[in-house]
């Protein structure tokens, strides 16, 4: 797989973490909050903002020089340094190859011809709402409900990483399909082009098929793994290689290993099964594996004993320890008398969302021979690879 990477990020820049406030709530408490965006004899665009353009004004702030998070570029400031932002960038001159901006009116691919020139304020409400992101709550004349969780540096719950982490909870394949609705159903015939076409289903659970079960695919039991967003909780853990150190408190055995996902909405199901064969007495063992775009910990599970990795009972694997969300590593010194007895989840309920493969802002992402890249998250075709494992 190739990730999708950012000319953007350069070790030399200056940055300021920018204000704290919240200019797009508590303007009954706070009557200094209009005067950020309005002004009320000079303005130089419509409904009196300071700005002829809303992308403009809302480029005041979310360039990088004031807000923390800089939209257009597709960073996160978090109070020490700059790191990616989960929605992706704006700006074709620092990075990204395709955005969801245009200042030109084009067909909305997806729609029955819909013909739109969109901004931020076509799917964000700068004064609030309740859903998610303050994105509004009817969009094209349909109703919108979105919701998420959010850890980060500005939150409750910190993450190690300095990123914000995001649980996707509901909502969002409705979200975007609003404008792109078509892409929602499986076989159909394109307006915009009038082919006939079938799409990559959403809202289907990682582990294959439909939701209605006329389809069944056969994927790794019990589930994908996936290092993409998924809606609900995140997919298991891939791990990738390991190391036996000596020095340590394992006694001899063979030890199996399973490393789940947690977020805001639950726990995975083990992505995959590591066996580490002949570990020798008074030794540890070091553990790596693919980080996951949105989990908040990781749990790590063992199993002392042989066997086919593939076919080991689950509920013999008991929990060793829980890590945060960086880095993507653990040594395993616990001996075999203090492990707890929790054992993963059998059950995922994970699914396939829009944003599961497509940024909403913008995407640095390449691809060869100058195909577009369609706000994806990962070079080329490094999407399908991500999941299929082909």
Known sequence: RSYATSPYFAADEVWTFGTL?????????NNTLCGYCHSAH??????????PKVLDLCFMCHDGTGAAYDVKGGRYFNGEAAVSLPAGGYDLALGSTSTHFTDLANYVYGSPGIIMTIDCNTCHEPHGTSNYRNIRTTINGQPVTVSAVAYGPAYQYKTTSGKEIISYVDGWEQFCGVCHGEYQTYHSVTTITGEENWRHRTGMPLTGGSTDGRWVVEFPVPGLYTTLPTLGPPTGAHITNYRIVSGGLLPANTYNYIITAKNAVGESVYGSILQVPDVPADSRVELRWE???????????RYGGTGDPDTLDVTQFKLVAEVPDYPYEYTDNVPPGSLSDQSPPTASAARVTCITCHYVHGTPAVAVNGEPTRLRRYDNDGLCQDCHKR
């Not at 000079?42 to 700005?51: F, V």
């Not at 980080?291 to 599970?301: D, E, H, P, S």
Request: proline share 7%.
């Open 21 to 29: 406030l919240n200019p797009h709530a508590d303007f009954e408490t």
């Open 42 to 51: 000079s303005s130089t665009g419509p409904q009196i903002i300071k700005q």
């Open 291 to 301: 980080g996951i775009l949105n989990a908040y910990k990781y749990r790590i599970y």
